[in-house]
């Protein structure tokens, strides 16, 4: 009988040597004449035992890892297909108390299932969510969004029930639904691990968004480093068209709805909504001036959902187990649970889902196990780019989104980036203003320009120039991107700049430093 192996071709695996780790286990058992099918799943995102390599058992699925290529002779020899003792022997890895801790709602399948599987993601409750939107109608579908308490996680959080009541309310024509792929933002790969891990989930909930609001046609914009994703996604939206679940006759439903991919070309902007939708039209990614907004005027000039892939990967489980479930979890104005991505310097980095409300030293120390240098944290960033640095006295803070904002930080898309106390948090800062410069769209003056001249000054600082006055003028272009900024790339670069000022002041006023 043949034993099935589950390796991972999730890409962050596949960087850990996930291939190679496949390729050898077949030579090994080719060699022992042992029958042995390798199926691939998504990672589990625990990134610090890729790659995983699961054996399917009578006791059920046994776990080592990580399992690198020049491991897997030995694990052979001593029993890796019967599920042996070894020291990379990990068990149930749902048993493994840094999953079992979490609560995976939306990142419930990924590394379960074959992400090409649509039986298997039938089996697991998929398109119960579309079916039950079908039954309620637009209205109600929206309503019980509406209720779940989904903010986006994209960045804003806005509230998507309300983004989808304004396209729904729309006169009835031409709409569509996007879903933002971009995923720009530093220390995030929740969106790619979606994507490659469980693709049907975010074409389930884009065809919910259609049904709901009246939108036939939907397009995901996939930021050019995915190709993984991409062969994915591209694979997954035509099992769906052949198993009726995309296309003109939706689930037998008499709605159409069909999407596809469309690759960006990298630049950073081309994240926010409005250059988005520009740059899916074929133009070069610059901001639209806001009124009209996409859920009014979008793209191709119609009403448009733009939701992110973790937004919409999260509405089938909200629609098939009801919006009471979904708001169960977490506090506050920050209903269900959170894909944190923990990442940067960290002995236990990956993708950590919890109800909102977990601490950030419960992240950093409990899932991360501190530093990966062995060094103190000194600080984290949280929110991609344009997020506020904390210091360890502000650990304690909740990851929720009125909890951070209420010190001057955001969640962002929910990746968490941790330095250990070599950081030189000038440079950070000076980064911070450079990687505005770079990638700026160039369509406002407070972006463009101060950009380019906080970067300026905070390299005189680190050359000890004039150091006063240089911190004054940084306080001063910051004070103007704040408040003059067209959009959120140069309106909110000051807020890495200012946390760092702020909270660790005594690296802008040390000795020059070389280089
Ligand atoms: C400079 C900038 C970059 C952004 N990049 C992304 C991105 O990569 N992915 C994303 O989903 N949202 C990004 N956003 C937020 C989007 O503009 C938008 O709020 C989001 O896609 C809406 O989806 P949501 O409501 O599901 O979060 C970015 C915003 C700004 C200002
Ligand atoms: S803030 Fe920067 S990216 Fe945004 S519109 Fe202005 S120049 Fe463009």
């Known amino acids: 009988m043949s034993v099935t192996a589950w390796v991972p071709r999730d890409a962050g695996a596949l960087a850990l040597g996930a291939e190679a780790t496949a390729r050898r286990l077949e030579r090994e058992a080719r060699a022992a004449g042992a029958a042995l099918t390798i199926r691939r799943n998504g990672s589990r995102g625990i990134y610090w035992l890729e790659p995983l390599v699961e054996v399917e058992t009578a006791a059920g699925r046994v776990a080592y890892g990580p399992v690198g290529e020049g491991d897997v002779a030995g694990l052979f020899a001593a029993g890796l297909l019967q599920g042996a003792a070894h020291p990379s022997r990990l068990g149930n890895i749902e048993g ?15 590394g379960r299932i074959d992400p090409l599987d649509l039986a298997a993601y039938r089996a697991s409750d998929g398109y119960k969510g579309l079916a039950r939107a079908l039954e309620l ?33 729309q006169p009835v024509g031409r709409k569509y639904v996007t879903c933002n792929a971009d995923e720009g933002d530093s220390g995030t790969f929740s969106d790619r691990m979606l994507m490659e891990g469980d693709p049907f989930s975010l074409i389930e909930g884009m065809t919910i968004a259609g049904v709901a609001v009246g939108a036939t ?27 009726g679940l995309l296309g003109a006759d939706v689930l037998g439903s008499g709605k159409a709805f069909d999407l596809e991919v469309r690759v960006g070309a990298g630049a950073y902007i081309c994240g926010e909504e409005t250059s988005m939708l520009e740059s899916l039209e074929g133009r070069r990614g610059e901001i639209r001036v806001r009124p009209p907004l996409p859920a009014e005027k979008g793209l191709f000039g119609a009403p448009t959902i733009v939701n992110n892939v973790i937004t919409l990967a999260t509405v089938p489980g909200i629609l098939a187990n009801g919006a009471a479930a979904y708001r169960e979890f977490g506090q506050a104005k920050s209903r269900g649970t959170l894909p944190l991505q923990l990442a940067g310097n960290i002995r236990r980095g990956g993708l950590v889902e919890r109800a909102f409300g977990l601490t950030v030293r419960e992240l950093l120390e409990d899932y991360g196990g501190g530093s990966m240098s062995g060094r103190p944290i000194r600080a984290v960033q949280i929110g991609g780019p344009l997020g506020a640095y904390l210091p360890a006295s502000q650990f304690d803070t909740p990851l929720e989104y009125e909890a951070l904002s209420a010190i001057g930080a955001l969640l962002g898309h929910g ?33 463009r320009i101060g950009s380019v001249r906080g970067a300026e000054a905070l390299a005189a600082i680190g050359r000890g120039e004039d150091r006063e006055r240089q911190l004054v003028l940084v306080e001063e272009l910051c004070d103007t991107m704040l408040n003059a900024s067209l959009c959120g790339l140069g309106g909110m670069t000051p807020f890495p700049v200012q946390s760092a000022l702020k909270h660790f002041p005594e690296d802008f006023r040390s000795k020059p430093r070389g280089g």
């Not at 994915?232 to 099992?239: D, F, K, R, S, Y």
Request: proline share 5%.
């Open 96 to 110: 493994h108390p840094w999953l079992a801790s979490q609560q995976r709602l939306t990142f419930a399948r990924v």
């Open 137 to 169: 109608g637009p209205e109600a579908t929206v309503n019980e969004v509406t209720e779940s308490g989904l903010r986006g996680r994209g960045g804003a959080a806005f509230p998507t029930g309300i983004k989808w009541q304004t396209v729904l309310r």
């Open 217 to 243: 046609r939907g397009f995901i914009y996939l930021r050019v480093e995915y190709p993984h994703a991409l062969q994915v996604m591209n694979a997954a939206i035509a099992l769906a068209r052949e198993g």
């Open 415 to 447: 990746g968490v980036v941790a330095f250990d106390d070599t950081v030189d948090m000038l440079e950070m800062a000076r980064y911070a203003m450079e990687f505005c410069a770079h990638e700026s769209c160039g369509k406002c003056t407070p972006c």
